[in-house]
T-cell receptor, first 114, second 116 residues
């Protein structure tokens, strides 16, 4: 069974640009969460999608957005990039979003903003 | 809001020894879940062990066990017979119970190095 797949794995952007990251969950998983990991702030929750609906949202500015498609694949978008957006963005999927279910993480997309 | 604190930024231990990683948390909730996740260098994060707050019995998974003290809001991880493959960042995490609450609050992590 394939794991959580994130693309691209690495990317470099400049300030002011926008970026779209993709996450394909494990087959059959309906919940997809996104986290930002930085050396300074650690791991922070961005948002969670379940059955194409955003169910939870973290404390990030509106420049950070996401969506989920009918096949459970998810994308997150960051507009008007800032230097501080440089981070490892992790996607995690689970079967139904219940806390007793295990979260499976992808390897992440490492974004560098110059 | 919940907070998770890991007070040991780095630890190292000889192979085959036992090591304990500390974690404390703060919440006003009564039902929740606690987790330890492992993030090896350049590899994805994986779940090590999970504890339901309503269960008094401490969770164990092979060489990994926890000491869950609900009243003290403490959740430590013990790794027995440590192996080189245990070298990784370890994150303690909290999640509220209930469907639709899938949001992990992480601690800052402990970098564990197993010395051959």
């Amino acid at each position: 069974k394939a794991g959580v797949t994130q693309t691209p794995r690495y990317l470099i952007k400049t300030r002011g640009q926008q970026v779209t990251l993709s996450c394909s969950p494990i087959s059959g998983h309906r919940s997809v969460s996104w986290y930002q990991q930085t050396p300074g702030q650690g791991l922070q929750f961005l948002f969670e999608y379940f059955s194409e609906t955003q169910r939870n949202k973290g404390n990030f500015p509106g420049r950070f957005s996401g969506r989920q498609f009918s096949n459970s694949r998810s994308e997150m978008n960051v507009s008007t990039l800032e230097l501080g957006d440089s981070a490892l963005y992790l996607c995690a999927s689970s079967l139904d979003g219940h806390p007793t279910g295990e979260l499976f993480f992808g390897e992440g997309s490492r974004l560098t903003v110059l | 809001a919940q907070t998770v604190t890991q007070s040991q930024p780095e630890m190292s231990v000889q192979e085959a020894e036992t090591v304990t990683l500390s974690c404390t948390y703060d919440t006003s909730e009564n039902n929740y879940y606690l987790f330890w996740y492992k993030q090896p260098p350049s590899r994805q994060m994986i779940l090590v062990i999970r504890q339901e707050a309503y269960k008094q019995q401490n969770a164990t998974e092979n060489r990994f066990s926890v000491n869950f003290q609900k009243a003290a809001k403490s959740f430590s991880l013990k790794i027995s017979d440590s192996q080189l493959g245990d070298t990784a960042m370890y994150f303690c995490a909290f999640m509220n119970a209930g469907f639709g609450n899938e949001k992990l609050t992480f601690g800052t992590g402990t970098r564990l190095t197993i010395i051959p």
